[in-house]
């Protein structure tokens, strides 16, 4: 007598042989030779199978088919799925895997949700992320699906598929054709306010986002109404948007243009991100002193725009006010004399 010694690999082959078999007389409905002890009626057909593979993994089934709940010689009628994809369920619980396509999958999802199968959830996520979405999601993706697609991977806790958007959005260009549609503006905020966690941080990014706000509060609102402020509501709406922002990763063209234009209005703290945050990139230090004392002579002007009433508002101070936090860190060592005499006049 002597032992074999153990082979892991030919153990599992076994295992998937035997499992294989079992799922040959699932597959070939032989009620003599499967021995089946449930059977399922779906769309008036009849489909067969083994009670303790369905039930060892799934606590629904193993309520549904108790005896406290069904007869052993009545069919479980199943009323809420199809017979093809109730089939393909069945094969997952007998394989460990099933055909997953574009038009199953979703409810399939939804049927390892009922049922309580977190394996099937996990199989089909991967199978949603890997296989169907293609390469950053273009495959799956269009401008028109993606918010509902969004929805229905956080209702179903689809990590996997989750990430596959925030890839598509990133890496793909999905938010940059997004922004081009007119269906952008329909959107919901918490679709809103996911795209935001995405991210991306960049100039078209914060256009588009002031567009959704503005769109929706002239909706709901009465612009006309000489008490109304615009910019007021917007900033409301985006209440849970501007906290994420950061206005240092946009260009200095569109800072001035467009987010002091609209009287979004930087901290002493933010001018000093802004500049900290280009030093000793491709700048000198005398253009981009020149460049963070233009933004704040602009938001100056905002400033006095937005409250013309003010007798006491100064544009010389204000300017002082919000470059007083970057002057400490301008390396003046680096300036040429001649435009630090021009500078300090102004």
């Not at 028109?144 to 990133?170: C, H, M, P, Q, W």
């Not at 243009?257 to 945050?277: I, M, N, R, T």
């Not at 100056?300 to 936090?325: C, G, H, R, V, Y």
């Not at 680096?334 to 102004?346: A, G, M, P, R, S």
């Amino acid at each position: 007598m002597f032992a074999l010694p153990f082979d892991e690999t030919l153990s599992d082959n076994c295992f998937n042989e035997m499992q294989k078999e079992r799922y040959e007389i699932f597959k070939s409905q032989d009620l003599e030779k499967g021995r089946f002890d449930i059977v399922f009626e779906i769309e008036e057909k009849k489909l067969h199978a083994h009670s303790f593979v369905l039930t060892s993994v799934s606590e629904y089934m193993h309520a549904l088919l108790s005896e406290r709940w069904t007869n052993k010689d009545e069919p479980v009628k199943i009323g809420t799925y199809s017979y093809d994809n109730f089939y393909q369920f069945l094969c997952f619980l007998y394989t460990g895997k099933c055909e997953v396509t574009n038009e199953n999958v979703f409810k399939l999802v939804d049927m390892a949700e009922f049922f309580g199968v977190s394996s099937f959830k996990k199989f089909c996520d991967k199978v949603l992320t890997y296989q169907l979405c293609g390469e950053y999601g273009e495959e799956l993706f269009t401008v028109e699906n993606v918010e509902e697609l969004t929805e229905f991977a956080f209702k179903y806790s689809l990590k996997e598929f989750v990430d596959s958007i925030r890839e598509y959005f990133l890496n793909w260009g999905g938010i940059d054709e997004m922004f081009k549609s007119e269906s952008f503006l329909a959107f919901k905020k918490p679709f809103i306010e996911f795209l935001v966690s995405v991210g991306r941080k960049d100039d078209k990014f914060f256009e588009g986002m002031y567009k959704w706000s503005e769109n929706k509060v002239k909706k709901q609102n009465d612009v006309n109404d000489e008490t109304f402020n615009l910019l007021e509501a917007v900033k409301a709406e985006m209440n849970t948007i501007l906290p994420q922002i950061e206005f240092s990763m946009m260009s200095f063209k569109f800072m001035k243009d467009f987010v002091v234009e609209k009287g979004f209005l930087l901290s002493p703290a933010e001018f000093k991100q802004y500049f900290k945050c280009r030093q000793n990139r491709c700048y000198t230090e005398s253009g981009l002193v020149e460049f963070i004392y233009e933004l704040a002579e602009k938001q100056a002007l905002q400033k006095q725009k937005m409250a013309p009433n003010d007798e006491n508002f100064n544009t010389a101070d204000s300017i002082k006010a919000d470059l007083s936090e970057v002057l400490p860190i301008v390396k003046f060592h680096k300036i040429n004399q001649e435009f630090l005499t021009d500078f300090v006049e102004q």
